[in-house]
């Protein structure tokens, strides 16, 4: 039974800084796209950045590119995701997603298998 648990999410100011965190538990995590997506009310849900658990490769949309960085702790299995200079327009729900190492790389949430509950993100 996979689970994914995110922690970390919380309210900042503009320009301002979070840490997630997405603990993964009851799979192979060896070797998987580990993704994180966001969703703000009203809005689709959209993907920010994935990792690939296997290996060091990284993904970012260009929106975040710079600002935000994903990485790993095999052992502890957990993927970070560190957030910088946050923007108002960034407040929302942030997920992390598991998916197959084809997923990395691509933004589509389909493509993903298993989701954490969410964290909530405000920046005002």
């Known amino acids: 039974h996979v689970q994914l648990v995110e922690s970390g999410g919380g309210s900042v100011q503009a320009g301002g800084s979070l840490r997630l965190s997405c603990a993964f538990s009851g799979g192979r995590g060896s070797r998987v796209c580990m993704g994180w997506f966001r969703q703000a009310p009203g809005k689709e849900r959209e993907g920010v950045a994935c990792i690939f658990t296997g290996g060091s490769a990284t993904y970012y949309r260009d929106f975040v590119k710079d600002r935000f960085t994903i990485s790993q702790d095999k052992a502890a299995a957990t993927v970070f995701l560190q957030m910088n200079n946050l923007k108002p327009e960034e407040s929302g729900t942030y997920y992390c997603?598991?998916?197959?190492?084809?997923?990395?790389?691509?933004?589509?949430?389909?493509?993903?298998?298993?989701w954490g509950q969410g964290t909530q993100v405000t920046v005002s």
């Open positions: 997603a598991a998916g197959p190492t084809w997923a990395c790389g691509g933004w589509n949430a389909g493509s993903y298998n298993y």
